[in-house]
C-alpha cells in the first residue's frame, strides 16, 4: 500500500501532465492559428513565451509529484532513534593497549630555533 504522500505526489503528476496537454490543445487546436484567418503576429508574440513559461512550471510541477509518488516513504521516527542505542549495546567496547615505551622531556619539548 502506498503512503499517503506517494498518493497525494501521484495525484499532482497526473494534474500536471493534463493541464499541460489541455493547455497546448486549447491553445494550438482551438485556437485555429495555423489557418489563413489564425492570429495575428502581434498574438504570438505574447502566446509563445506564455506558453512555454507554462508548459515548463507544469513540467517542473509533473517532476515534484513523480519524485513524490517514487520515494519510499521515511522510516519512522522510534525506529531511527532505537538503531544507535541497539549498536552500542550490541557491540562490546575494546580498550586500546597501553603503549609501554617512555618519551624523554627532550622529545616532548617543541624545537626552538635560536636567533642570530
Known amino acids: 500500500?502506498?503512503?499517503?504522500?506517494?498518493?497525494?505526489?501521484?495525484?499532482?503528476?497526473?494534474?500536471?501532465?493534463?493541464?499541460?496537454?489541455?493547455?497546448?490543445?486549447?491553445?494550438?487546436?482551438?485556437?485555429?492559428?495555423?489557418?489563413?484567418a489564425g492570429w495575428p503576429i502581434y498574438i504570438w508574440l505574447i502566446a509563445i513565451p506564455?506558453?512555454?513559461?507554462?508548459?515548463a512550471i507544469m513540467a517542473i510541477g509533473a517532476w515534484i509529484g513523480w519524485t513524490m509518488a517514487t520515494t519510499p516513504p521515511p522510516k519512522p521516527i522510534e525506529e531511527i532513534t532505537a538503531k544507535p542505542e541497539e549498536k552500542e549495546e550490541k557491540k562490546p567496547v575494546e580498550e586500546a593497549p597501553a603503549e609501554t615505551t617512555v618519551e624523554t622531556e627532550e622529545e616532548k619539548k617543541p624545537e626552538r630555533r635560536k636567533k642570530t
Open 1 to 36: 500500500m502506498a503512503s499517503k504522500d506517494q498518493l497525494i505526489g501521484g495525484i499532482i503528476f497526473v494534474v500536471c501532465v493534463i493541464i499541460g496537454i489541455l493547455y497546448t490543445l486549447g491553445l494550438f487546436y482551438f485556437g485555429d492559428p495555423f489557418t489563413g
Open 50 to 55: 506564455v506558453f512555454l513559461a507554462f508548459i
